[in-house]
């Protein structure tokens, strides 16, 4: 089974403080997401990936960067944490058929 | 814009019964559905996916079906039981594009609660 990864499962941290959120996955797969998802609002694509070293922006790309050196590693950068920021993240890989696999999230809290 | 509506919001019943969750989408072009199982603080795990052409699939005691003229979903859950409490999302996907990413569509799910 594909396995994803995330660092933290619980995360505190103060407004504007640099915050990481780290990704790994053990399959090899070309694809990589991050999302947020927020009460009544459902999963948002921030960012994603489709090669190392490559980004495009999803739907809320705003006050988050990215960064994928390694095939395996994604990582979501909130360069200065803001209290709306504060989100359940989750992270997503997929190969180039229908295999798409979740990690069990981050919850972030911005204080 | 590409929109996936599911109902209801939210779900209690009682354990042993059976439920049925309902997902209307307007996605254009479709590749396929998804449905994923959420517990509370956990990501996402698919249930099932099917292809526009398939009608129904099952996984265990879940049952999907799909009606993709009528753009519409449901997830059957017989004899449920205390850990299908659980948010219940569908998710439709376009026609894969030629790098193979994905941009999909999530619903706001459905927050089923089984109760003893």
């Known amino acids: 089974d594909v396995k994803v990864t995330q660092s933290s499962r619980y995360l505190v941290k103060r407004t504007g403080e640099k915050v990481f959120l780290e990704c790994v996955q053990d399959?090899?797969?070309?694809?990589m997401f991050w999302y947020r998802q927020d009460p009544g609002l459902g999963l948002r694509l921030i960012y994603f990936?489709?090669?190392?070293?490559?980004?495009e922006k999803g739907d809320i790309p705003e006050g988050y960067s990215v960064s994928r050196e390694k095939k395996e590693r994604f990582s979501l950068i909130l360069e200065s944490a803001s209290t709306n920021q504060t989100s359940m993240y989750l992270c997503?890989?997929?190969?180039?058929?229908?295999?798409?696999?979740f990690g069990s999230g981050t919850r972030l809290t911005v204080v | 814009k590409n929109q996936v509506e599911q109902s209801p919001q939210s779900l209690i019943i009682l354990e042993g019964k059976n439920c049925t969750l309902q997902?209307?989408?307007?996605?254009?072009?479709?590749?396929?559905l998804r449905w994923y199982k959420q517990d509370t603080g956990r990501g996402p795990v698919s249930l099932t996916i099917?292809?526009?052409?398939?009608n129904t699939k099952s996984n265990g005691r879940y049952t999907a079906t799909l009606d993709a003229d009528t753009k519409q979903s449901s997830l059957h859950i017989t004899a449920s039981q205390l850990s299908d409490s659980a948010s219940y999302i569908c998710?439709?996907?376009?026609?894969?594009?030629?790098?193979?990413?994905?941009?999909?569509?999530f619903g706001t799910g459905t927050r089923l609660t089984i109760i003893p």
């Open positions: 997503a890989s997929s190969d180039r058929g229908y295999g798409y696999t």
């Open positions: 399959m090899d797969h070309e694809n």
């Open positions: 990936s489709y090669d190392v070293k490559m980004k």
């Open positions: 997902c209307n989408y307007t996605v254009s072009p479709f590749s396929n």
């Open positions: 099917m292809t526009f052409s398939e």
């Open positions: 998710v439709v996907s376009p026609t894969l594009s030629n790098f193979g990413n994905e941009k999909l569509t």
